[in-house]
């Protein structure tokens, strides 16, 4: 009997002495979309001072930065933000998801198959905030030469919300021109409110008082749009 245990204890030893194995670049990529690198929730804020506040969304503030908010066409309310640095630019909308998963694994799914359907050629790739999608569109250029776009998606999963954003222009790529644009949706966060809501409904998006009312830029190709998104008609000064 107490050879066995004896005979137990070494193998116990030996096994805790050998090296551990190096993770794989999966598994890596999985602790990386598990850490807590923003978007934020309004819980782990302590106030709301120094953030612009949109209603679902505050944005923090920095040089250079545009902020404008694209209205519905036909409600006329806010649909979604959208900011501008740095010739990229990116649009954010936050949505209602459910306590117990979040939305971003069956959204990316759909995101591809409908991009293929557009003449989209979209791949899934690892990006600063885990997978993302990024895709490729007929374009025509302003001299009437034909070349593509690209955009590039992101989606992530906060406590029963889920935000996405789309990058345009330079941020498009991930790359260091992306990287300050990438920094301003980290700081962003996200107002998800005790309303019991259904999964995907938009969550609302207020127009600050101070407003400054403008006109909307050129729209983007509807490959990149997102669903229901309206003319970009105001300007955050």
Known sequence: ???RKKNKSAAQDAAA?????????????A????EPQGPLDVSQVDDRDGYLDLGAVLVRPRKGLGVRLEVDERTQRPRAVALDLDGGSVQVQAFAAPRSEG???????ELVQSLRT?????TVEEGPFGLQVVTRFPATASDGTHGFRLARFVG???PRWFLRAVFTGTAAVTAESAAAL??????????RGDRPMPPRELLTLVVPEDA???TAPEPEPEAVRPPRRGPEITEIG
């Open 17 to 29: 002495q050998q090296p551990e194995a190096a993770p794989s670049a999966e598994d890596a990529a």
């Open 156 to 158: 992530v999963d906060g």
């Open 118 to 122: 557009s003449n989209g050629e979209p």
């Open 1 to 3: 009997m107490f050879g």
């Open 182 to 191: 990438d920094e301003v949706v980290r700081e962003l966060v996200v107002v």
């Open 212 to 214: 400054v009312r403008g």
């Open 31 to 34: 602790a990386r979309r598990r």
């Open 103 to 109: 939305l971003w694994d069956e959204v990316r799914r």
